[in-house]
C-alpha cells in the first residue's frame, strides 16, 4: 500500500485536441480514490455540470471510474487491474467521454495506467523431468520452459539463474514478439556412471522493487548414448486461420528428423509454452500436425507465436517457432450505445441542431469493421460521423403541426461480404412553440338584423382556429375598437372573448343605421401572443315602423280647412289636386299607394278619383249642377309593408266659379261646430271629475270627525278635571278682557282619598302663577256633549299614593 501511496500522484498533460485531458494513475488504487478535477481541467462550471447531468460514457466496457457532479472531480470506481484490462499491451488506457446535456456536448477524457510489481513470474510447471544422453556433446542445447510475467517494463521478467551451474549454463534468446527463450546447454559431459540424476533449480526475476521470482525444479536422469538430436526442417512456421473455425482443423504441419536410428532416431513433438490458454487452444500430434483445439477470436487475439519443441528418445530435442495468424471473420454486429439524447425539443430547431449523440462499434477488422449509419430519408432528420461518434442533427423544418412525435430508427450496418447490421430507435417529441397564427374560418362575415330588435340579440358568430397547441391554440376574441357613424362600435356591439358570439348592444333603427363594419381580432394564449382579425358586416334589415307622411295638402290647426277650386265648367279627368305623402321606410314599406273616400251618387256614381300611385286627383265626369258645392274627401295613404301601415288627409273642394273666402269661411263654420261640440265634452267631463273628487273629500273628512269623537269617549277610570281648550277666536265667558292664552298651566293637588271626597264632582284647584282666572267650570259630561265646538280636549291624570302630589296638566 505504501507504493500504491506514492504512487498516486496523478500526472495531468492535455492533449493537442482542445478538450482532451490525459490522467495518469497506477493500478490497484482503492475504490474512491481521487483521480482528477474534471471541472477545473476542463473549465466547467460545476452548475454546468449538475445542469447538463454530466454523466460517464465507457463505451460498453467496465465502469472503473465515476464522476462527482457536485465536487468536479473523477474519482476510482472499482480496482484496476492493468493485466486484467490491457495485458501486455502498452500503454495502458482507459478512454471515455463526459457527455452533457442541453446543450450536447461530448468530451473525450482518457486514464493511463501505469504498472505496477504487483505479479511474480511463474512457471506453468513446478517441476520439469528431462532425460539426457550421456553421451550428448558439450553444446547441446535443452529448451526450457518459459516463466510468465504479466507486468510489464520492468516489473516483468528479466533474467533466469540455473543452480547448480556445474555442468549447464543457461543463455536468452530475444523473440520477435518481445519475449525470451531460454536454453539449457550443456558445457561439461555427463556420466551416467557417477550421477544419473542430476537436480537444478531454474529461478526467473522480475526488475521491480522488491524483486519478485518464481521457481522451477528440473530433474535430469542421465541416460546412455544418444550422439544425435532431431533437427527442425525450418527455424519458423507459418500459418493463419480464420476465426471461429472449427476444432480440429489442421492449421499446419511440422518436421524434424534424427540421424540416428532405431528409438533413439525416434522424435516426439510437444508445445513449449508455458501458458496454459496455449494449451487450451493448440495441439500437437506425434507426427507434427498442429491442429486447433479450441474457439479462437480475432478480437482476443490477431496472432500467436508458439514455441514447439522436437525430442528423441534419447532426451536431445530441438525448437521451432510456429506463428498463426488469425483471419477475421465477420461475425460481429455493430454495436450500439446511446450516449446522450435529447427526448424533446422545440419545432422550429435550428438545422444541424444535434439531438443525439452515440457510438458505434464493430470489433471486426477492416471492411468488416467499417460502419455506416443511416436514417430513414423521409424523416427530416440526417446521422453524420464525427472520429468515434454518431450524431443525430436536424435537417429539415421540425413542425409540431405537421407531426408531433417522431421515431427514429439509426441503422448501423458493416461492410462485410456478408454484412451485419444493428439497430436503434429514439422516440423525439416535438414541443410546441407559438408559431402560428388564428385563423378564422372565412376572412369577412356579413351578419343581417332586422331593426327595431331587442339589445343582447345574437348577430353572428365567429370561428377562428389555432393549429398550435395548450396555451398556444387558446383562442380570445376582442372588438377592435373604432367610430361607426360618429359613435365607437363598442357602444352597438360586442363579443364574447371565448365564444366570438357577436351580440347587440342596442335597439338599430335603419332609418339612422342601415348598415356599419367592425373588425374583430382572434388573439392567442402564447408569449408572445399572434393575432389575426376578420371584417364583419352588419346589415340592418327595414321593418315598416314607420307611416306614411302627408306633405300637401297641408292640415293647418287654427288658420282654416284649405280648399280647391274646381270651376262647374270642369270636364271629366279635370286635375283637382296632387296628393304628395312620404314614406322614410325603404324598399316594399316605402311603396305607397293612395284611395280616396267619397260618397257617391247613386246614378252618376264618383265624382273623383285618385291616382293609386301618383296620388293626382281627377274628376271622374263633368260636374253638373246636381254636384253639392261642397265636396269633403278623405284620401288614404297606405304603404305596402306587411303590416300595412297609412295615412289620411281631408282634401276640401269646392265646386264653384268664384266667391272662394265664403267658400272657405262656411267650411270654417263648419269645422268650428266640431270644434264646439268637441269643448261641451271636455266640459262634461271635467264636472264629473270635480263632483267626484268634492264627494270623496267630504267622506273623509266625516270619517276624521267620527274617529275623534269616538277616541274622546274612550273611559280612563279617574275623576280628575277636564281642561278645555278655547280658540283665540272665543272671548272669555265673564267678559275679562282679551283673548284666553292658547296655553295653561294648571297645579293639581290631590290625596289618595281625593277621589272619594270630591263626590264624583270636577275639582279644579288653580295655580296663583296662572295668567287667567277661570270663573265657570264645565263638567265633563257637558263639554263632551258639545260637539259642534272646534274645541280640543286633551285630559291628563295623576295617581299617586302620596299624602300631597301635585300634576301639572298642559291644555
Known sequence: MSRHALSFVCALCLAPVLGHVIYSIPEEMAKGSFIGNIAQDLALDLKRLQSGKARIHTGGSADYVQLDREKGVLLVKERIDREAVCGQTTPCALHFQIALEQPIEILPLTVEITDINDNDPVFEKEERMLEISESAVVGSKFMLE???????????LQSYTLKPNDNFMLKLHRQSDG???????????????????????????????PQRSGTMQIQIKVLDVNDNAPVFTQNVYKASIKENS??????????????????????????????SSISKLFHISHDGR????????????????????????GGLSDSSKVIIEVGDVNDNSPVIKMISSSTSVEEGLPADTVIAVMSVNDPD?????????????????????????????????????RSSEYNISVMC????????????????????????????????????????????????????????????ARVSYFLEEEDVHGVAVSSLVSVHPESGVVRALRSFDYEQIQSFRFNVSARDSGSPPLSSAAAVHVLIRDQNDNAPQVLYP???????????????????????????????????NAWLSYKVQQKSSPDRGALFEVGLHNGEMRTVHQVTDKDAVKQRLTVVVEDNGQPSRSATVVVNV??????????????????????????????VLALAVVSFLFVVCLLLIISVKVYRWRQSRVPYGSNLPVIPYYPPRYSDTLGTAGTLPHVYNYEACGTARSAKSAGGHNVLLVDATSTGTAHKLRSERNILDELDSPLEVRKSFCFEHTPQHKCTFKV
Open 146 to 156: 518459459k516463466a510468465v510475467d504479466p507486468d510489464i517494463g520492468l516489473n516483468g
Open 179 to 209: 519475449g525470451r527463450k531460454v536454453e539449457m546447454i550443456l558445457q561439461k559431459p555427463l556420466d551416467r556412471e557417477r550421477e544419473e540424476l542430476v537436480t537444478l533449480l531454474l529461478t526467473a526475476q522480475d526488475g521491480g522493487e
Open 246 to 275: 472449427p476444432s480440429g482443423t489442421l492449421i499446419t504441419e511440422v518436421s524434424a528428423s534424427d540421424a540416428d536410428k532405431g528409438s533413439n532416431g525416434e522424435v516426439s513433438y510437444a508445445i513449449g509454452n508455458s501458458m
Open 290 to 313: 498442429f491442429l486447433l483445439k479450441g474457439p479462437i477470436d480475432y478480437e482476443t487475439a490477431q496472432k500467436y507465436e508458439i514455441d514447439v519443441e522436437a525430442v528423441d528418445r
Open 365 to 401: 477488422s477492416e471492411e468488416n469493421g467499417r460502419v455506416t449509419c443511416v436514417i430513414d430519408d423521409h424523416l427530416p432528420f440526417k446521422v453524420t460521423s464525427t472520429s468515434s461518434f454518431y450524431s443525430i442533427a436536424a435537417d429539415g423544418d421540425l413542425d409540431r403541426e
Open 413 to 472: 450496418s458493416d461492410e462485410g461480404a456478408a454484412s451485419l447490421s444493428s439497430s436503434v430507435t429514439l422516440n423525439l417529441h416535438i414541443s410546441d412553440v407559438n408559431d402560428n397564427v388564428p385563423v378564422f374560418e372565412r376572412s369577412s362575415y356579413e351578419a343581417h338584423v332586422a331593426e327595431n330588435n331587442a339589445a343582447g340579440l345574437s348577430v353572428v358568430t365567429l370561428k377562428a382556429r389555432d393549429a398550435d397547441w395548450g396555451q398556444n
Open 554 to 588: 297641408v292640415q293647418t290647426g287654427g288658420s282654416g280647412p284649405h280648399a280647391e277650386m274646381v270651376p262647374r265648367s270642369a270636364d271629366a279627368g279635370y286635375l283637382v289636386t296632387k296628393v304628395v305623402a312620404v314614406d322614410v321606410d325603404s324598399g316594399q
Open 654 to 683: 269646392a265646386l264653384a266659379d268664384g266667391f272662394p273666402q265664403v267658400l272657405r269661411s262656411e267650411f270654417a263654420d263648419e269645422d268650428e261646430r266640431e270644434a264646439d261640440e268637441r269643448l261641451t265634452f271636455y266640459l
